[in-house]
């Protein structure tokens, strides 16, 4: 599995992350998961859902927790190099489909989320569930 580090509500508090299947479909391949994160931004994405509340993570775990990692390397959003990414995997294989699985708690998060990857040139299928689910694949 892979994630994607959305945002934290504080520093003690639990991350929200996109969870990638990184064993089957699209997003086994590098290059997808690669423009799936140029393709989010997480600054817009704290701006609409955190009210300036969310501060961004770099991680599964907060600060001073065990597993907290100061650099993990995350990429940051860059619309033109996911497009990029879009074009050159798509040139190889077809249409890039992704789906969102997640609960109905997080539709609007990932509504949001779908939307920027949808401007990246990625078709989005977005399945909305009961429970507290987010998986992409």
């Known amino acids: 599995m892979a994630n994607i580090s959305l945002n934290k509500s504080t520093e003690a508090a639990s991350t929200d992350e996109l969870v990638l299947n990184v064993e089957v479909g699209p997003t086994s391949d590098l290059k997808v998961r690669q423009a799936l994160a140029y393709a989010f931004d997480r600054a817009s994405y704290i ?3 955190g009210a300036g509340v969310v501060v961004p993570a770099n991680g599964p775990f907060p600060a001073g927790s065990v597993g907290y990692l100061e650099d993990t390397g995350d990429i940051t959003f860059d619309l033109d190099k996911a497009k990029g990414l ?3 995997w798509e040139a190889d294989n077809g249409p890039l489909t992704v789906t969102i699985q997640a609960g109905q ?6 509504q949001l989320v779908q939307a920027m990857w ?11 569930a009961d429970g507290n689910v987010v998986l992409t694949n």
């Open 118 to 128: 949808q401007e990246a040139g990625i078709d989005v299928e977005l399945a909305i």
């Open 47 to 49: 701006q609409a859902l």
């Open 105 to 110: 708690d997080k539709s609007t998060a990932m």
């Open 86 to 88: 879009v074009e050159e």
